[in-house]
């Protein structure tokens, strides 16, 4: 099903699919946000480049447009959990590069002229049980070290950014905006088009290896050979395995001011539930609540009756994609410079702001910068496999994050829960 934001662009006829064996300087496969970012920076560093973007589909077709358009500072990962595995100051770096690409994204945005709705609105967490009042508490605390900013609302805070019945507490962050995710792929695709990258669409990488990719439409032989594909084809990513977790998304029609006025949600304020397994919500530009969400489909509309209850399912459009995980929560960003061959992946649901990241460290790693962000904690790291059933462990951990969920709701905790969700980081 087609998202929200895909249906509202005008039609756009896709380019040729490869037409037999090229030469690139350097080739992309998968022309999602991580793509096109990438491609826009190779282009930033030097206008002369060839670069050839290949997707399997039509671009703006993958998960880059199906998101709730949240451009957020968030990794799925703790900066406690980088400490940890990298040491405080990679820790630091990270968060802070991620705080940048918010502003960044804007940033060039505005340079480009590309209209995709971009604003700063903040995002608030809100906690309705004691539990989740709890780590809203941690959040709030731990969150100085790292550079964030996170202030800790009592329940009429809360409630002056968003009416969710029995919230208990809240926090906010500035670092977060929104956007229209189809427009911004579809005005970032104008751009590079603008500037002499080719595009071949359906066109399937096979089999990327050493300064080539085997396509079913011919071979491309680059120097440089760049693999974004996310949660796509198993196989063809330069060796990271990513868990594919369906994510789904629900757009109700229209809501009026009478609604409105009791929801209280102002469009650009990003809204989440303090939940293992969280539901986003918004106000799209034109009215409507837009709620997205990993797990089961069911829980979107849980969420909308128990968050929202004057936002009325019927007529809602519906759509889902799914969210590429990695067993340990980190993104990998990488490039061997000996072979050519690199990438980048495992964003979660946090890829808006973490592929212009990705897009610009590749980049430098492509052009030989040594710029900061090719010492982050992400480039060049590999997380662990997930086991050979690694669907049924992420299943499990979302089953064990629902329950969690219950037993808050109702005052109780679930320390099994507890545990799983510590060894399967998800989201
Ligand atoms: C329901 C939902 C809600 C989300 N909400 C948010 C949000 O609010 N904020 C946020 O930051 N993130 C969100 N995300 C996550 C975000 O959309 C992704 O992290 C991001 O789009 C990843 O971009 P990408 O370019 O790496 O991957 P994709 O957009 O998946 O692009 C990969 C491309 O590779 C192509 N491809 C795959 N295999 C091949 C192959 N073999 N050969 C050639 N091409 C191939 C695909 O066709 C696709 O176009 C959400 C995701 C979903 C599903």
Not at 354 to 369: E, I, K, Q, S, Y
Request: net charge negative; with cysteine.
């Amino acid at each position: 099903m087609t998202s929200l934001w895909s249906a509202h662009l005008a039609d756009r006829r896709p380019t040729e699919p490869l037409d037999g064996d090229t030469t690139a300087d350097v080739v992309v496969v998968g022309a999602g946000l991580t793509g096109l970012w990438t491609a826009y920076y190779l282009l930033d560093a030097d206008a002369a480049l060839d670069v050839l973007l290949l997707d399997a589909g039509v671009v703006g077709e993958g998960a880059s447009t199906q998101g709730l358009g949240a451009c957020s500072a968030d990794l799925a990962i703790s900066a406690e959990r980088v400490a940890l595995a990298f040491g405080r100051d990679a820790a630091l770096d990270l968060r802070a590069a991620m705080r940048d690409a918010v502003v960044e994204v804007g940033g060039a945005l505005a340079l480009e002229q590309v209209e995709c709705g971009f604003g700063f609105g903040g995002a608030l967490r809100v906690a309705r049980s004691t539990a989740q009042v709890e780590r809203l508490g941690e959040l709030v605390a731990t969150a100085p070290t790292w550079g964030d900013e996170w202030s800790l609302l009592d329940a009429a805070g809360a409630q002056e950014h968003v009416r969710v019945p029995g919230v208990k507490a809240g926090a906010w962050t500035p670092d977060c905006a929104v956007l229209d995710p189809a427009r911004l792929v579809r005005g970032l695709l104008d751009v590079l088009l603008a500037r002499g990258v080719r595009l071949a669409e359906r066109t399937t990488a096979q089999r990327v290896s050493p300064h080539a990719v085997l396509t079913d439409r011919g071979t491309v032989r680059a120097p440089v050979v760049l693999t974004t594909v996310e949660a796509g084809v198993p196989g063809v990513a330069t060796g990271r395995t990513l868990a594919a977790v369906p994510a789904h998304a629900l757009a109700t029609t229209r809501l009026d001011a009478r609604a409105w006025g009791e929801i209280g949600l102002e469009p650009g304020v990003v809204v989440r539930e303090a939940a293992h397994l969280p539901v986003q919500a918004r106000r799209t530009a034109d009215d409507r609540l837009l709620l997205t969400g990993a797990g089961h489909p069911s829980a979107l509309d849980r969420a909308l009756a128990t968050l929202f209850p004057v936002a009325d399912p019927a007529g809602a459009l519906r759509w889902s994609g799914r969210l590429g995980v990695p067993r340990d929560g980190l993104p990998s960003v990488e490039l061997d410079p000996a072979s050519g061959l690199g990438g980048a992946g495992g964003f979660g649901a946090s890829g808006v702001t973490a592929a212009n990241l990705a897009g610009r460290t590749l980049a430098d790693l492509a052009c030989g910068v040594e710029s900061s962000l090719v010492h982050l904690p992400w480039v060049g790291h590999r997380s662990p496999d997930w086991p050979p059933l690694g669907g049924a462990a992420v299943s499990l951990a979302m089953r064990a994050a629902a329950r969690a969920d219950a037993a808050e709701s109702a005052g109780r905790r679930s320390r099994t829960a507890a545990a799983v969700l510590d060894r399967v980081p998800i989201g």
